[in-house]
T-cell receptor, first 111, second 116 residues
Framework: DAKTTQPPSMDCAEGRAANLPCNHS???????VYWYRQIHSQGPQYIIH???NNETNEMASLIITEDRKSSTLILPHATLRDTAVYYC????????????FGKGTKLTVNP | NAGVMQNPRHLVRRRGQEARLRCSPM?????VYWYRQLPEEGLKFMVY????????ESGMPKERFSAEFPKEGPSILRIQQVVRGDSAAYFC??????????????FGEGSWLTVV
């Protein structure tokens, strides 16, 4: 079962920052937070991941709260091509280390 | 998604036939995962394999489905005697040598199976 809670949908204006929240209150100390997105009819695309510190790459920034119970994915300048379902996943640190997908957040970027 | 190759991208089978889906992991990756996505539903984990070993098959249906990842060649997901309910997108993913959940998993573009 997914260990995260995300809003089912969000809207964002093109060119503005999209801030996608995720709650993971039961996260363990050695579990990572991963973000993926799935554009319609495509495979899931890796965005970013982190353990404790905030992370940034060419796609997005990940802000993790100090208690690690929640995080926010930030797309700094959303474009229409960022319209997708965004998944926040807590990845177990033992066993198969598989990704367990929840329902995600459907982000719609509007012109 | 570049690097994880799946084929065929689209496959049509009649009820009762067999479907074989192939996945070549990214270069240097020795771990393969298979996921299924039914129409309008989420991604469900099926199986996790390393070379010549099934590590976790907790998501695999008990009958008709099997997976392998031989020493040489791609990983194969095999579905025998397909039924209409098997119609779905099947995604393969790969990651480098395990041991830490910091190793990123990358997905392919999927194989769409339609059973008629």
């Amino acid at each position: 079962d997914a260990k995260t809670t995300q809003p089912p949908s969000m809207d964002c204006a093109e060119g503005r920052a999209a801030n996608l929240p995720c709650n993971h209150s039961t996260i363990s100390g050695n579990e990572y937070v991963y973000w993926y997105r799935q554009i319609h009819s495509q495979g899931p695309q890796y965005i970013i991941h982190g353990l404790k510190n905030n992370e940034t790459n060419e796609m997005a920034s990940l802000i993790i709260t100090e208690d690690r119970k929640s995080s926010t994915l930030i797309l700094p300048h959303a474009t229409l091509r960022d319209t997708a379902v965004y998944y926040c996943i807590v990845r177990v640190a033992s066993g198969s280390e598989k990704l367990v997908f929840g329902k995600g957040t459907k982000l719609t970027v509007n012109p | 998604n570049a690097g994880v190759m799946q084929n065929p991208r689209h496959l049509v089978r009649r009820r009762g036939q067999e479907a074989r889906l192939r996945c070549s992991p990214m270069k240097g990756h020795s771990h393969v995962y298979w996921y299924r996505q039914l129409p309008e539903e989420g991604l469900k984990f099926m199986v996790y394999l390393q070379k010549e070993n099934i590590i976790d098959e907790s998501g695999m249906p008990k009958e008709r489905f099997s997976a392998e990842f031989p020493k040489e060649g791609p990983s194969i997901l095999r579905i025998q005697q397909v039924v209409r309910g098997d119609s779905a997108a099947y995604f393969c993913a790969s990651s480098p040598l395990g041991g830490s959940s910091g190793n990123t998993i990358y997905f392919g573009e999927g194989s769409w199976l339609t059973v008629v």
